[in-house]
């Protein structure tokens, strides 16, 4: 079992970065395929990006492809998730989680079988 604990998320304006953290517990993590997603208000969770167990592989949404970049850091038990030229419609709370499977991209949430309590992000025009 793997606990997911993010941080980094905040208010920035259009255009600014942000740097997501997901830190993780246990010592399988680098078994794990991880994955980003955000959900807005109303809306449904989104997959965002995602990223082998060896970090070798990623895989993004095309909405963020070029603009956020997915890593891991296996000896920090720690995925990120750099996110920059943000714009209004990223605003969401940014959910990290772990799925322990052979990879593939992994874009479903029901796919992932751990989960973090999420991060706020808040970009305004």
């Known amino acids: 079992q793997v606990q997911l604990v993010e941080s980094g998320g905040g208010l920035v304006q259009a255009g600014g970065s942000l740097r997501l953290s997901c830190a993780a517990s246990?010592?399988?993590?680098?078994?794990?395929?991880m994955g980003w997603f955000r959900q807005a208000p109303g809306k449904e969770r989104q997959f965002v990006a995602t990223?082998?167990?060896?970090?070798?592989?990623?895989y993004y949404a095309d909405s963020v492809k070029g603009r956020f970049t997915i890593s891991r850091d296996n000896a920090k038990n720690t995925v990120y998730l750099q996110m920059n030229s943000l714009k209004p419609e990223d605003t969401a709370v940014y959910y990290c989680?772990?799925?322990?499977?052979?990879?593939?991209?992994?874009?479903?949430?029901?796919?992932?079988?751990?989960w973090g309590q999420g991060t706020q992000v808040t970009v305004s025009s």
């Open positions: 989680a772990a799925a322990l499977a052979n990879w593939r991209r992994l874009t479903l949430p029901h796919e992932y079988a751990y």
């Open positions: 990223i082998s167990w060896s970090g070798d592989s990623t």
């Open positions: 246990g010592r399988t993590f680098s078994s794990y395929t």
